[in-house]
């Protein structure tokens, strides 16, 4: 069995994202500064691909504009959805917050609905809203 890393790293060649390659490393800070900036983003809109129901909104913010960067990077490279492979990618990239979001449950809601997607298969679609 592969290290959690390795399938996500898999996970990001096999969505096409050659041209924003990142470099997942166990610090999330490392792994945020490799992707792209959001500056133009207001806040990101999820919902569940196949119920719809709304699965919360990340507004881009002091405390929640790292993890809006990374969800616009998963976004990007999935086709514009949270897929159970994005969710495995992006806690991959979260880190040591993964590790502490396993052991916290409703510490780190941007990393429990990655786990969700996980454990689910549910697949999240976006509505990024522009600054």
């Given at each position: 069995r592969q290290p959690r890393s390795s399938r996500c790293h898999e996970s990001l060649q096999l969505a096409g994202c050659a041209n924003m390659a990142v470099s997942v490393g166990a610090v999330f800070k490392d792994n945020l500064n490799q992707l792209p900036e959001v500056d133009g983003i207001a806040r990101i809109v999820l919902k569940g691909k196949s119920s719809g129901e709304d699965a919360g909104t990340i507004e881009n913010k002091p405390g929640t504009g790292g993890s809006v960067r990374l969800y616009n990077y998963l976004l990007s490279?999935?086709?514009?959805?949270?897929?159970?492979?994005?969710?495995?990618?992006?806690?991959?990239?979260?880190?040591?917050?993964?590790?502490?979001?396993?052991?916290?449950?409703?510490?780190?809601?941007?990393?429990?609905?990655?786990?969700?997607?996980?454990?689910?298969?549910?697949?999240?679609?976006?509505?990024?809203?522009k600054a």
């Open positions: 490279c999935f086709g514009g959805e949270i897929t159970r492979q994005a969710a495995y990618m992006g806690c991959a990239l979260f880190a040591e917050h993964t590790e502490d979001a396993l052991k916290n449950p409703g510490n780190h809601g941007n990393i429990d609905r990655l786990l969700r997607v996980i454990s689910t298969g549910e697949a999240l679609v976006a509505t990024v809203e």
